[in-house]
């Protein structure tokens, strides 16, 4: 049971180019969720996935894209990564939305040069 | 935009000592939950307390809620070094569907 993983670790990207971000959870969630943390600014939702099927936005949507792959799998896209897209990239999962504990894969670095 | 705020950003004490944190937020709330992050980690759920609970334990963990002031805390008694962490709570936005994360409290516990 592996829980919340995401690929890559680590990646650095130059001003441009487009990447996506790979999340899945074996754990048989409805929700899942894109955050980014950045110093001092807590973590910003980017976009969720109540349930398989359907996606919308958080917070800070702009420049990125989802896809609710099928029920384990939600990844991020980056169609023209930008510096301001520098930050640390965490995917989560719930069982039902908010009503109950989020678990977090352990991140991506992103650096965007 | 931030639901959760928590107090104070930042937090010194020794090991042996309790920490305390605050938590206010802005619209009503089905529950409130609070997560810890160690550096360059992932966040780990710790507790979650329900809007009909006042207070909730776990382990060292006591976590208080007031409704009718929109404000959580969270004590850590006897702290640890190895509780020097971040510590976020989060409450509903999005019609419920997703949580909404404070900036969070740096707690740092030196032994």
């Not at chain 1, 899942?32 to 001092?40: F, K, N």
Request: charged residues 20%.
């Amino acid at each position: 049971n592996a829980g919340v993983t995401q690929t890559p670790k680590f990646q650095v990207l130059k001003t441009g180019q487009s990447m996506t971000l790979q999340c899945a959870q074996d754990m048989n969630h409805n929700s899942m969720y894109w955050y980014r943390q950045d110093p001092g600014m807590g973590l910003r939702l980017i976009y969720y996935s109540a349930s398989e099927g359907t996606t919308d936005k958080g917070e800070v949507p702009n420049g990125y894209n989802v896809s609710r792959l099928n029920k384990r799998e939600f990844s991020l896209r980056l169609e023209s990564a930008a510096p301001s897209q520098t930050s640390v990239y965490f995917c989560a999962s719930s069982e039902q939305g908010a009503l109950n504990e989020q678990y977090f894969g352990p991140g991506t670095r992103l650096t965007v040069t | 935009s931030q639901q959760g705020e928590e107090d104070p950003q930042a937090l010194s004490i020794q090991e042996g000592e309790n920490a305390t944190m605050n938590c206010s937020y802005k619209t009503s709330i089905n529950n409130l939950q609070w997560y810890r992050q160690n550096s360059g980690r992932g966040l780990v759920h710790l507790i979650l307390i329900r809007s009909n609970e006042r207070e909730k334990h776990s382990g060292r963990l006591r976590v208080t809620l007031d409704t009718s002031k929109k404000s959580s805390s969270l004590l850590i008694t006897a702290s640890r070094a190895a509780d020097t962490a971040s510590y976020f709570c989060a409450t509903e936005g999005q019609a419920g569907t997703a949580l909404i994360f404070g900036k969070g409290t740096t707690l740092s516990v030196s032994s």
